[in-house]
């Protein structure tokens, strides 16, 4: 099937249950969805998504959070804690100092364990416990981790998580150990961990529930789902663009699945979809490298290095599916350095919204695109913050304000505010 945002609804497939199936990316092989654990094609290797017979329109949305959007899922009820319902923060100043017509910041640190990942396992666990699988598993820059214990552990399930040694910031650590996670520190980075899952799950030794799962980014892309509800309520409109961290590239994948699906149910038209902008770390930024080249695969960095650990990764897994979503909606995507992302975080903080610094790269991205006359004036814009400044709480300190010692008396506490 065509990744073309106007290309007609797929008619259901023998192999479709209850108008649910698997498809394949590039050679377009289709697949039963919960006949047999697989992540990628069996016959060409591609990577595979979720398809529905009726893709869901505004209307068919009842409740709240994720499962808000059954009608869009493979299941009506998932393993939940529960997630979703993000808010959608106003920051006038913010808004007034980057200069564009409307600025909103989607803050998915929010959510349960504290970033978006907690959609996409509330959808993947459920398919894990449908599959009749006893452990699960993922390689993790840490928000990952943290998502899957929680998940895992409310399901009853084993979990084990691969994290690059030294690499991963000790907040994230701290939900994986405690939601009884088995914590195995790789020497390698994240993509090397990433191999190894993959290796583990070929072996059947694991279900893997990273993004590669198609299932997992059905849960994210209730992100879209969500911002495009929010801002037409608010507005009577929808945003023009979405700014947004990219590491593994899920959740462009995801959003621009979740456009693709109302424009084939009539709910949304083609000239109102939001153009995806993703930023990432100039030591870690693959995809803005195959963006601004023009290519359409991406070369993998196999040494990266970044402040914003969440997207400290140099191979992008869903790249075949973000490219086009880049490309077909208008959009772009920038790089920034780790001096911007912690300038962004500061400025995020002064407005009330605490991120993480991977978060703070969209705002980051925003900035330098509207500098350079990318981003327009009159845009209305949302930018997606992924995890909250918990997270990583040695980033946060280091970028805030430092202790003052001062005197245990009040008139010299005084004195000292007023000379300094």
Known sequence: MSFD????TPAAPAVADD??????????EQFAPFSAIRYTCDHCDGLLEVRYADPPTFDDFEGRGVWRYAAGLPFAEGVTLPEGDTPLHRVPRLEESVGVDTLRIKHEGMNPTGSFKDRGMTVGVRVARELGVDRLACASTGNTSAALAAYGGRAGMATLV?????????????????HDARILEVDGNFDDCLDIVQNLAARGEVYLLNSLNPFRLEGQKTIGFEILEAFR?????????????????????ALYKCFRELVQSGALDPEQV?????VQAEGAAPMVEAVQEGNDTVRRWDDVETIATAIRIGNPVNAPKALPGIRNTGGTAVAVSDEEITDAQRTLAREGVGVEPASAASVAGLRKLRDSGVVDADEDVVCLTTGHLLKDPDAAFAAGNKPESVPNDTDE????????
């Open 5 to 8: 945002l106007t290309a007609a």
């Open 19 to 28: 108008g649910v199936w698997l498809a394949c990316i590039e050679c377009g």
């Open 233 to 253: 309520d608010d507005y009577g409109r929808f945003p023009d663009r979405i700014v947004l961290p990219v590491g593994n590239a899920g959740n462009t994948a």
């Open 274 to 278: 939001p153009k995806l902008t993703g």
């Open 162 to 178: 691969l994290l690059p040694a030294g690499k991963v910031a000790a907040g994230k650590i701290a939900q994986a150990a405690l």
């Open 413 to 420: 506490i005084l004195t000292y505010l007023a000379e300094n």
